[in-house]
């Protein structure tokens, strides 16, 4: 049995095709798998995690010189800083400057957040605690700080932006876990250790 020349060109068009086909799949199976790096590497390189720890060490060490300390749980009013401790730091430059740097780091990540520059979900699963921490714990020291400048609402603008949607957020989904039946622990492979 011979074939004919169409059919040859037939079985040839086809098998150029697939392989034709399976290089568009595979170009494209690469470019969202670079597309998902790229959205963990943009936020990643934003925010310097070494540069965060040494501007939140001296905020810390800058306050403590004024007996002010932001304690770890600053969703609660008890653990954020007073009106009198915001006029404190906004009395002493050297610990204005430094609470500053720190709300400035998170002024800088949440315009970039907010303007889209990076996916806000995984900024959200990387930043929810330390933007909620700082916007709740230096609240009242970005209202002071508005004040001295005559009411300036752009003052930490875009981390009050953020920090409101992302609390609004964080307890929508809490009210939501709380809606749904509990789950036996060890259903989700973990043991618990007594």
Request: a positive charge.
């Amino acid at each position: 049995m011979s074939l004919s020349f169409s059919q040859v060109l037939s079985v040839l068009s086809l098998f150029v095709s697939t392989i034709a086909l399976m290089g568009v799949y595979f170009n494209w199976s690469n470019m969202r798998q670079t597309r998902m790096w790229n959205k963990v590497k943009s936020i990643v390189d934003f925010a310097d995690a070494e540069r965060l720890e040494r501007l939140r060490d001296d905020a810390d060490e800058q306050m403590k010189r004024l007996d002010i300390v932001l304690a770890p749980n600053t969703h609660l009013p008890e653990s954020q800083i007073t009106e009198e401790d915001a006029d404190k730091i906004l009395r002493d430059p050297e610990v204005e400057k430094a609470v500053m740097r720190l709300l400035g780091y998170f002024e800088r990540l949440s315009a970039v957040i907010n303007l889209g520059a990076v996916d806000e979900e995984l900024a959200y699963q990387f930043f929810v605690g330390e933007i909620m921490k700082s916007y709740s714990g230096f609240r009242r020291f970005i209202i002071r700080r508005r004040q001295q400048f005559r009411g300036d609402e752009e003052i930490m603008q875009e981390l009050e932006k953020l920090a409101t949607r992302w609390i609004e957020k964080k307890q929508a989904r809490m009210a939501e876990t709380r809606k749904q039946p509990t789950k036996n622990i060890a259903n989700r492979g973990l043991k618990r250790q007594l």
